[in-house]
């Protein structure tokens, strides 16, 4: 079966712009989370959404958002691009959001400059 | 102080040997324990979860769980050079929110 699809895989943005990255989880899946990876502090939790609303939201400026969308998809949103918001962004689905397990996509690599 | 530390390594040994990975945590509210594995260029992928403390064999893997101590550890009997990846602990009390360690890169030397 497909796995959790991340798109684009790489992206390059200007200091002061924004950025849309999209995420289709795995089919059936309703639990979609949101994770930023970065070599100094290793993968930081982002948000959760189940069945289109937040369920849980971590330590992020506001200017970090995302939303989800009936089929399950969901969408993370980055305004204002900082430098320090280069990072691998992961996303990952479950069932439930429980821990049978969570399935991460292989990532968008963001740089800004 | 991190809610969950680990070792980033580099930890290098021969193929056939015991690999030894662990973390220690700090809040007891943490009732999920996972590990996965991260291949470069790729996400994370759950190798083991366990609930309580104790041992959980899974092939060539075993997770321990010592949560008097708050201790977690991965064994990896039998390495193999495609073992070689960044393994990642994963903390949850939720289970909807993830607390990972930063990572151990393990590399097995043929």
């Known amino acids: 079966k497909a796995g959790v699809t991340q798109t684009p895989r790489y992206l390059i943005k200007t200091r002061g712009q924004q950025v849309t990255l999209s995420c289709s989880p795995i089919s059936g899946h309703r639990s979609v989370s949101w994770y930023q990876q970065t070599p100094g502090q290793g993968l930081q939790f982002l948000f959760e959404?189940?069945?289109?609303?937040?369920?849980n939201k971590g330590n992020f400026p506001g200017r970090f958002s995302g939303r989800q969308f009936s089929n399950s998809r969901s969408e993370m949103n980055v305004s204002t691009l900082e430098l320090g918001d280069s990072a691998l962004y992961l996303c990952a689905s479950s069932l439930t959001g429980g821990i049978e397990g969570y399935t991460f996509g292989s990532g968008t690599r963001l740089t800004v400059v | 102080q991190k809610e969950v530390e680990q070792d980033p390594g580099p930890l290098s040994v021969p193929e056939g040997a015991i690999v030894s990975l662990n973390c220690t945590y700090s809040?007891?509210?943490?009732?999920?324990f996972m590990w996965y594995r991260q291949y470069s260029r790729k996400g994370p992928e759950l190798l083991m979860y366990t609930y309580s403390s104790g041992n959980k064999e899974d092939g060539r893997f075993t997770a321990q769980v010592d949560k008097s101590s708050k201790y977690i550890s991965l064994f990896i009997r039998d390495s193999q050079p495609s073992d070689s990846a960044t393994y990642l602990c994963?903390?949850?009390?939720?289970?909807?929110?993830?607390?990972f360690g930063t990572g151990t890169r393990l590399q097995v030397m043929l």
């Open positions: 959404y189940f069945s289109e609303t937040q369920r």
């Open positions: 809040n007891s509210a943490f009732q999920y």
């Open positions: 994963a903390l949850t009390g939720t289970a909807s929110k993830l607390t």
